[in-house]
């Protein structure tokens, strides 16, 4: 018999009462939306930190991810307000209060303008002074090595078949190529150029400077036998010098060759002897001075900026010998005075 009240019953005669209802599925929702405010938070706070390295590869990545791409930094066209095709930078007064509009100077008294004012000159006569000494004492380093050059060159006979020069790209050694390095329209060297060589390369090999060779023709309008023109000519030759000299302990790594044509004429084309001294391969012993240092060299180099003969190292020794006698002699050298009477008549 069973009983009203809509009781239900399941199997073992126990009570089966119904589902129960979750009350907490919002809690899901809530903790996806705390996550993804946690992680804006995250990306706001690493962006805080203004560094624009990371800041383009953020926007850069952002922009591939949602495939576009990124007009971070550039001219590029782009959705924000302000973006335009350039960029204008705009230069800061250093000694300017943001926000007063003033420049750095506009609001200083004329004592204080004045000092400043001195303050950049003695800064300029500093690096001035420092350049000076600089491009000085590289002037005698590269006399130095002329010595060295000319030492090889005269104990192989072939010192006066070179001329040196100081200009502000190093130590130039011109090496006269009419029929002693090479025969006319070629570029292959003749058994002077070798000697003349091979005197160079065991000192050239020592040094830490680069090396740059230089083939030069003269100006005559006579047409190359064997190539185009003279450009295909004196780079040949310059070439050539190059393998030779790293075929005898120059490292290559260290040398270039250059052809100028006829562009760059040792004397004036009018002088007679331009036929031949204007037809020289030059290997120039580069600085490393950097180019503000570099352009004071030959006011530092005095008359050795001008083409001259190799002095030796006996020679150079025997030079300041004698300069140093002259000024002991002028410093020891009595001072006498003379005086004179005048006797004057009247009438």
């Keep these: 018999m ?16 119904e589902e129960h209802v979750n009350h907490e599925r919002w809690l ?23 560094n624009m390295k990371k800041f383009a590869q953020l926007a850069s990545g952002l922009s591939k991810g949602f495939g576009a791409e990124s007009a971070a930094f550039s001219g590029s066209a782009s959705t924000l307000d302000g973006a335009g095709q350039s960029s204008e930078i705009v230069q800061i007064d250093p000694g300017a209060n943001p926000g007063d509009g003033k420049t750095g100077t506009s609001n200083m ?25 600089a491009a000085s004492k590289e002037a005698e380093a590269l006399k130095n090595v002329e010595n060295k050059l000319s030492d090889a060159l005269a104990k192989a006979g072939q010192l006066n078949n070179v001329k040196f020069t100081i200009d502000k790209r190093g130590l130039v050694v011109t090496i006269v190529t009419n029929e002693v390095v090479f025969a006319g329209n070629r570029a292959d060297l003749q058994s002077g150029g070798k000697k003349i060589l ?39 030759r310059a070439s050539t010098t190059v393998r030779y000299l790293t075929g005898h302990g120059v490292a290559k790594d260290r ?13 004036s084309p009018s002088d007679p002897r331009s036929i031949t001294m ?17 352009a004071l060299l030959p006011a530092a180099a005095g008359s050795d900026a001008d083409l001259h003969s190799g002095q030796t190292t006996a020679q150079a020794a025997a030079l ?26 009247t009438n």
């Design 109 to 133: 008294t004329e004592a204080q303008k004045a000092a400043v004012k001195a303050a950049i000159q003695a800064e300029d006569r500093q690096k001035t002074s420092s350049n000076a000494q």
């Design 2 to 17: 069973s009983s009203g009240g809509g009781g239900k019953r399941r199997k073992g005669g126990h009570e089966e009462h």
């Design 320 to 345: 300041e010998k004698a300069v140093e006698q002259a000024n002991t002699a002028s410093t020891e050298a009595p001072t006498t005075t003379s005086t004179s009477s005048t006797t004057t008549t």
């Design 255 to 267: 040398l270039s060759a250059v052809g100028f044509s006829d562009t760059k004429p040792l004397i």
């Design 28 to 50: 899901v929702s809530y903790a996806d939306m705390l996550t993804l405010l946690f992680v804006l938070f995250v990306v706001l706070y690493s962006m805080s930190d203004v």
């Design 278 to 294: 204007n037809r020289r391969v030059d290997v120039v012993v580069l600085t490393t001075l950097p180019a503000d240092q570099a």
């Design 198 to 236: 091979n005197a160079l390369a065991p000192t050239l090999s020592k040094l830490k400077n680069n090396i740059e060779v230089d083939g030069n023709t003269n100006q005559l309008k006579a047409a190359t036998t064997y190539y185009p023109s003279g450009w295909e000519l004196s780079a040949a």
